[in-house]
């Protein structure tokens, strides 16, 4: 490179640039680049290239050149990039991994850092102490490097200053601005803005050329944010959010550079919200879908907005001194408010800027929290301008939204609303201030606080009276952001309208007392009031439609809950009780008509409406008035004796399998285990087993009308719904505060009832011997998850309370442990994993292990070993009721026990489960030596018992004769040996990770091209 420079005479013609600038881009990659190179390369020769425009096939040459130039620039700033670390400098120079620059490539794992991490600290430990000190000034040198590229290119630091060189002419005149230029200017703000900040503040007096260069930079960033291209813009993103970064890192503004850094994102923010307002004229046609581009841009802004204000650091500054963060924030909302508030009131205000202020939400609820434990007058005048502007905005809306179209109303209400919504925690902090003694500047913010809340909720009220939801079938299904007619939030499903009142009711009971404080009682019959309007215009609209009018039913079920959550807290009994009394009067008047799919749709209905009552007054609904609910359920039990193996789902069915997940959301949102609800679960669980049953007796080819996705599935819900929420039922009770211990154990109780009375049919599907279903969804794998991750539940509930364990034990608790590991080790051993000399069969019996069934297995057994020696005693006596075992001399029934679960985990590690379970054996193992009393001798006297166990008779994948363990088991004394030597060793050394290695040694090693999938996740139920 030197001899190029030397040889051309400081005269380049269009080759020896080029390959001046190659040489000099591939350099840049790994180095700084010294200065007296970037004063040559970039000072004399990019710069030349930088202001060509598109024209003549001579200038085709120039271009290429101009082209090298912009990547050689961006390699010397993205090199320097804050993110960059010393660490990453010494890993890239040490050899041993990648640096941490992705640029787009897949992000390292925890393991793979892991590694890196390791390997890093042992190329340090050979290095020389100077290696970091190197390493510090590597980066210093990257980031003077981008400095000094920078000016050159901008004319800062040469005498060709003016507003005629290089990129300062190249990013402002329009005939040569180009996504080249673009990105190379904010790649050069990325790097360089930060750097020169730290210069300003830690390397002695300012720098006039710093300054300048600084200036210039930031200028470009703002003319790009005003650009009218949309791509232009979002380069400008990353480096105002990284700009913030550097700047919000000192508690205090000291210097010019950051007054005006502070100065130009605020005009940058507020410049990129004005440039993504809806055009004029965009929401003539609501039933056009939206421009998708448009509110990407938009949701982007948010973000940049957002980040600009972030007071995620906790960085607030001092009573003299306001930080970084809150001057920007209090300069944005500052504008905010005098462009609302300046509105005429018979005009809606500007989207554009509540598009900017509702942005905000996330640093204005960190503000208020902030005010509320520590007075702040400076922030009270932030919050107060931020509410002000919502109240001015709600009271126009609230004036003219049943005189102007829906076109007019859409854009601003939805925007406003979702803001209020997104506002609540703010409203709370205030509310709470109203509590103890405030200033005067707390006062007036209390008082608009109140104002606003007041016309925030009567605009919620009113937009859902008058906006419909939908005005046209929605298009979500098909499209990101819907149809323009959708009264919800861009991707959302829910009016905003009852968004908002749902956070209004539901973030604390302070802001729910000032809700009553300032709307009256009367709100709750207003709301109730509402709700039967929209019941009206849903029941005129027909089944199965939700557009034209009102709302859908999910969004008016969202004012059953605030009605329910406001009424409790204030004693509402009478207008709750009113509400109640329509679903309950559905299902009370559909008890003797015969089933159609009229009557299951409205037993649907009226079980969803339902579910949306509080959890007190469903469980007193469950104690007083369950005689109404009988029809409910029992249509749902009926229902599965309609299953057939070779017709499709008919509308009936359909219908079905909607009141069936209407059930299920009404029994999980009780939250509570009564008489009655026992009862229920009970029926529904056995009905669900024995329908499942018929399916697998039909064959793995069989057909079905019920256990297909879109009835009993994945696009409804899945078979062992009940069963799950048993689980959740348990564990809502083990954490609930608002429960006496005697009703905590009492309802245990019941859920252990349930539980003891199905075991046995869910066993029984369980153990099907019917291959893995081909035609119709299995419905034992859910079952399964289900029964097995409930299990694990109860036995964690049981493990972490006394009282609810010893009351339990009068219900034989410790056999139902026991059965459910004896289920678990025989649905391992169904699996015929092949001998010595056979391979194992193609089809196996049974269940897939191939899915969260497995992982469930696998969490209960640890858990419920941890229960004790009285637990794995009962395993073996429920599974000898299975299998005759031969194990040799007399074992004690615990270590017996223990050695049967040893040899099944054994077994599914050796291929009757997928290889990913050996990642769990170390949680397994250990559990197992806890509940054997944590004695390394008798662990390891119990795996060498596991090894030996042999069956009599043939069971499942077994055969008379056969190890339980599996066939790489079945081997001379002196493997057997070596296994149970290594696994001492790991005990001793207390190391259970190292188990997983020892048991995959043991076994076969890895798993190869096995046909399993990847570890899976649980269900969503």
Not at 277 to 301: G, H, K, M, S, T
């Amino acid at each position: 490179m030197t001899v190029l420079i030397q040889s051309t005479g400081n005269v380049y013609d269009d080759s020896s640039a080029a390959r001046l600038l190659g040489m000099c881009e591939a350099w840049a990659r790994y180095v700084a680049v010294p200065i007296h190179v970037i004063d040559e390369s970039v000072g004399k020769v990019a710069v030349q290239f930088m202001h060509i425009s598109k024209g003549t096939p001579a200038m085709i040459q120039q271009q290429k050149v101009q082209s090298l130039a912009f990547q050689y620039l961006v390699s010397i700033f993205e090199a320097a990039l804050p993110t960059l670390s010393v660490s990453d400098i010494l890993t890239a120079a040490l050899g041993v991994g990648a640096t941490g620059l992705q640029n787009g490539k897949k992000k390292q794992g925890n393991k793979s850092k892991k590694r890196n991490e390791k390997r890093l600290d042992r190329a340090k430990a050979v290095e020389d102490e100077s290696s970091q000190s190197q390493a510090e000034e590597e980066l210093l040198a990257r980031k003077n490097a981008a400095c000094a590229a920078a000016a050159a290119a901008f004319g800062i630091s040469t005498s060709h200053t003016g507003d005629d060189w290089g990129l300062r002419l190249a990013s402002s005149c329009p005939t040569t601005t180009s996504h080249a230029i673009c990105s190379t200017v904010a790649a050069a703000a990325t790097s360089v803005l930060p750097h020169l900040l730290w210069l300003e503040r830690n390397d002695g007096p300012s720098q006039q050329w710093r300054n300048e260069l600084f200036s210039v930079i930031i200028a470009a960033i703002q003319r790009m944010c005003k650009s009218q291209d949309r791509d232009t813009r979002a380069l400008a993103y990353e480096a105002l959010m990284i700009l913030h970064s550097a700047l919000n890192s000192v508690t205090a503004v000291s210097c010019r550079v950051e007054q005006i850094a502070i100065d130009s994102i605020c005009e940058c923010a507020l410049s990129l919200s004005a440039s993504c307002a809806y055009p004029l004229n965009y929401f003539d046609n609501l039933y056009e879908n939206n421009d998708e581009d448009l509110e990407i841009e938009r949701n982007d802004v948010r973000d940049v907005c957002r980040s600009v204000c972030s007071l995620d650091s906790g960085n607030y500054g001092s009573d003299e001194s306001k930080s970084p963060s809150i001057m920007i924030l209090n300069r944005i909302v500052s504008a905010c408010h005098s462009a609302v508030t300046g509105t005429d009131p018979a005009v809606l205000p500007s989207e554009a800027v509540v598009h900017a202020l509702s942005s905000l939400a996330k640093p204005l609820n960190k503000l208020g929290n902030k005010c509320l434990e520590q007075p702040d007058e400076e922030g009270c005048t932030i919050l107060f301008k931020a509410l002000d502007s919502f109240g001015f905005v709600f009271q126009i809306l609230n004036s003219l939204i049943e005189r102007l179209p829906h076109s007019k109303t859409i854009p601003l209400s939805r925007l406003v609303l979702i803001g209020f919504a997104s506002l609540a925690p703010l409203l709370s902090s205030v509310a709470n201030m109203a509590l103890r003694s405030t200033t005067e500047t707390e006062r007036h913010l209390i008082e608009i606080f109140e104002k606003t809340l007041y016309a925030g909720i009567q605009q919620a009220i009113l937009a859902t009276a008058q906006i419909p939801e939908l005005v046209a079938e929605s298009t979500l299904e098909l499209t990101r952001y819907d149809i323009k007619g959708a009264m919800r939030g861009p991707g959302g499903e829910d009016h905003v309208g009852c968004i908002a009142l749902i956070r209004m009711s539901s973030e604390s009971d302070v802001l729910r007392s000032s809700v009553f404080k300032v709307c009256g009682e009367s709100i709750l019959q207003d709301l109730t009031n509402l709700h039967h309007a929209l019941k009206r215009i849903e029941v005129e609209r027909g089944v199965g439609v939700d557009y034209g009018k009102g709302v859908t039913p999910l969004s008016r079920r969202l004012l059953i809950r605030v009605v329910s959550r406001l009424g409790m807290q204030q004693g509402g009994g009478t207008v709750l009780h009113t509400l109640l009394e329509e679903p309950l009067r559905e299902i009370v008047a559909q008890k003797s008509t015969p089933t159609t799919v009229e009557k299951l749709c409205r037993l649907c209905e009226a079980a969803l409406d339902l579910s949306f009552f509080s959890p007190p007054l469903l469980s007193h609904l469950f104690r007083n008035r369950a005689s109404d609910l009988d029809s409910l359920f029992q249509t749902v039990i009926m229902g599965y004796s309609g299953l057939s193996f070779t017709s499709e789902a008919d509308s009936t069915t359909q219908q079905w399998g909607r009141l069936r997940c209407g059930v299920i959301c009404l029994l999980r949102a009780c939250q509570s285990m009564t008489d009655y609800s026992s009862g229920v679960f009970t029926a529904l669980i056995k009905a669900e087993c024995e329908a499942a049953a018929a399916q697998c007796g039909q064959g793995p080819e069989s057909g079905s009308n019920l256990f297909i996705e879109d009835i009993v599935g994945e696009e409804k819900i899945h078979t062992g719904a009940y069963v799950i929420l048993i689980g959740e039922c348990l564990k809502h009770l083990s954490s609930s505060k608002h429960m006496t211990v005697e009703d905590q154990v009492e309802s245990c109780r019941r859920c252990v009832q349930v539980l003891k009375h199905c075991a046995p049919d869910v066993a029984s599907v369980l153990l099907h011997v019917s291959p893995e279903a081909t035609v119709h969804v299995d419905p034992r794998v859910t079952l399964a998850e289900a029964w097995f991750s409930t299990m694990k539940t109860l036995a964690s509930v049981c493990r972490h309370s006394e009282q609810i364990i010893s009351s339990l034990a009068a219900e034989n608790v410790q056999t139902l442990f026991g059965e459910s590991l004896s289920l678990a080790m025989l649905f391992i051993f169904m699996k015929d994993i092949g001998g010595k000399k056979r391979p194992a069969p193609d089809v196996q019996r049974g269940m897939s292990s191939d899915g969260p069934q497995t992982l469930a297995i696998s969490d209960f057994i640890a858990e419920a070993m941890l229960l004790g020696p009285s637990i794995l005693a009962g395993s073996i006596s429920a599974l000898s009721a299975h299998i005759q075992l031969n194990c040799g001399n007399e074992v004690p029934a615990e270590v017996l026990g223990a050695a049967a679960i040893s040899a099944s985990i054994l077994r599914a590690i050796s291929g009757a489960t997928p290889p990913w379970v050996v990642e769990d054996t170390p949680v397994l193992f250990k559990s197992m030596y806890v509940a054997l009393g944590s004695n390394p001798d008798l662990f390891i006297q119990t795996l060498g018992v596991s090894t030996k166990l042999e069956t009599m008779t043939a069971v499942g994948g077994l055969r008379a004769g056969e190890k339980l363990s599996g066939r790489y088991l079945d081997a001379s004394d002196s493997h057997i040996n070596s296994f149970l030597s290594k696994a001492s060793e790991t005990v001793a050394k207390n190391d259970w990770k190292k188990m997983k290695v020892v048991l995959k040694s043991a076994t076969g090693g890895k798993k190869k091209e096995s046909g399993f999938n990847l570890k899976p996740h649980y269900c969503n139920w």
